[in-house]
């Protein structure tokens, strides 16, 4: 299964999202993926799978960057060091 981390989730949205959660008995993990779930589930599947990687072609004009996952680790690392 894929993981999703949200970063600068609102205040408001990350307590009504908690409150939420527990009205259902669930954790605030268990309750973003029912949203999600539900949500993503009523457009059906997604249509546009095979022109992704033409529209990341265009996005980036042939210029993708190389490093994304070592860019997110060492901005990861920089943010656990200032808190």
Known sequence: MAILNIRNL???VHARLRVRAAENGRSMEAEARAILSEVCSRSGPVSDAA????????????????????DLIAERRREARRQ
């Open 10 to 12: 609102p205040d408001d």
């Open 51 to 70: 022109a992704l990687p033409t529209w990341i072609d265009t996005l980036y004009r042939g210029d993708k960057p190389d490093s994304v996952v070592d």
